[in-house]
Structure formats: structure tokens, C-alpha cells
């Protein structure tokens, strides 16, 4: 059984582990609308907060302003790299993540019995420490894609 909140490994587990195809545009559907909803919520609760410190009604992304609040929903790459960079950049982060969960339950390596959470955090962590610094770790298509859709539909940040 898949059990992923992100797209990209489900799809992973289409090509490689036999996950059913059929399943992965419902599985990518409830994700990204899972994230979009609780990138809502989160955006309701602190919705005053955010007109407090930027302005009424005034959403601004990192670069445009001091007061930028956008980066708190969302990733954006550094300001150097370029689009290329960034696609680099993700499939790299992306295919760690991926090669590492598989060894990770593969019982034929071992695998990571009861210590998979443990394991799972070290290599979130690890990557975000080292591969995330330069597009804002965004390594979950559900996660951005979620927050970019909110974000869009709520007018999103101006510059």
C-alpha cells in the first residue's frame, strides 16, 4: 500500500513497486487538494496577523518588500538561479528522496523497520539542510502546488 503525501513518489511507486496506475491522478488529486486545504486554513488562522505586520490586504513575495510574509506559505527560489538551476535542482532533491525511501522499505536491504519514522525525518532534514537552501525545499509537488493554487485564488502576493 502506497501511504505518501507526495505525487512524485506515488508516481514512483507506479514505475518501479507496481503501484496501480490507475489510482496515481486520484492519489495526486487528494494530495494536492489536501495541501491546498490546509494551506487555506492556515491562511484563515493567521490572516490578521499577516495584515498586522505587511498591511491590510497587502501580500507581498521575498525581494519586493522587508515585510515580505508570502515565503511563510510558499517556497521561492533564490534570486541567482536560474529556471534551469531550479528544475536541476528539484529532480535532485527528488530522486534522493525517492532512491532513499525505497532502500529505506525495501525488506530484501533490511530495511528500516520500527526506526522508518526516525529515518524519514533524518533524510527530510538532510536534504532541506543540503539540496533545499536554493529553491526553498520545495521537494513536494503536492506541498508547493497546493499553496501556489491558494495563494492565486486569494488574489496571492503582489510585488
Same mark, same amino acid.
Given at each position: ?12 511507486? @507506479? ?13 495526486? @488529486?487528494?494530495?494536492?487538494?489536501? @495541501?491546498? @486545504? ?15 505586520? %505587511? ?51 525495501? %525488506? ?42 491558494? %495563494? ?8
Amino acid at each position: 500500500m502506497v501511504r505518501t503525501r507526495n505525487p512524485s513518489v506515488t508516481l514512483a511507486n @507506479c514505475v518501479f513497486r507496481g503501484f496501480p496506475w490507475w489510482k496515481w491522478p486520484i492519489y495526486a @488529486c487528494a494530495q494536492v487538494t489536501g @495541501c491546498f @486545504c490546509g494551506a487555506a486554513i492556515i491562511y484563515g488562522n493567521y490572516k490578521s496577523a499577516i495584515d498586522a505586520y %505587511e498591511g491590510y490586504g497587502v501580500r507581498t513575495v521575498p525581494g519586493y518588500s522587508d515585510t515580505a510574509t508570502a515565503g511563510v506559505f510558499n517556497t521561492y527560489p533564490q534570486p541567482f538561479l536560474t529556471k534551469t538551476g531550479q528544475v536541476f535542482s528539484e529532480i535532485i532533491a527528488s530522486a534522493v528522496l525517492i532512491f532513499v525511501i525505497f532502500a529505506l522499505k525495501d %525488506e530484501r536491504n533490511l530495511g528500516a523497520t520500527n526506526l522508518l519514522p526516525l529515518m524519514l525525518f533524518f533524510l527530510i532534514f538532510g536534504i532541506g539542510a543540503t539540496l533545499g537552501w536554493e529553491t526553498g525545499y520545495a521537494i513536494n509537488l503536492a506541498r508547493d502546488f497546493g499553496r501556489f493554487t491558494r %495563494e492565486f485564488y486569494s488574489k496571492g502576493p503582489r510585488g
